[in-house]
């Protein structure tokens, strides 16, 4: 398995910005698909977006496509979400998460290692 570690969440302004990061160890990403999920309070947790492994397609929740930004840099074995025009409902603790496979999925348990997850907070 892969070890993942998120940074780069916390309190926002409801129209601002926030990068989260999504370190790995242990093994290369260059050959795992990426995932970011979120769990809002009293909510399941639900996708948000992955990345494939060589980051050519990427897919998105309705409710962040044209908002979010998906990206990754295998060199740095990292994954991103760039998150923009954030609103009161992207409050939610966000999830890294790899996948054994190259190419994308939107199912949760499709995927084999996963973070500790990062508060996001913004506040209207």
């Known amino acids: 398995q892969v070890q993942l570690v998120e940074s780069g969440g916390g309190l926002v302004q409801a129209g601002g910005s926030l990068r989260l990061s999504c370190a790995a160890s242990?093994?290369?990403?260059?050959?795992?698909?990426m995932g970011w999920f979120r769990q809002a309070p009293g909510k399941g947790r639900e996708f948000v977006a992955t990345?494939?492994?060589?980051?050519?397609?990427?897919l998105y929740a309705d409710s962040v496509k044209g908002r979010f930004t998906i990206s990754r840099d295998n060199a740095k074995n990292t994954a991103y979400l760039q998150m923009n025009s954030l609103k009161s409902e992207d409050t939610a603790i966000y999830y890294c998460a790899a996948r054994m496979a190259t190419w994308v999925s939107r199912a949760e348990n499709e995927y084999d290692s996963w973070g500790q997850g990062i508060q996001v907070t913004v506040s209207s």
């Open positions: 990345i494939s492994s060589t980051g050519g397609e990427t």
């Open positions: 242990g093994r290369t990403l260059s050959n795992h698909a």
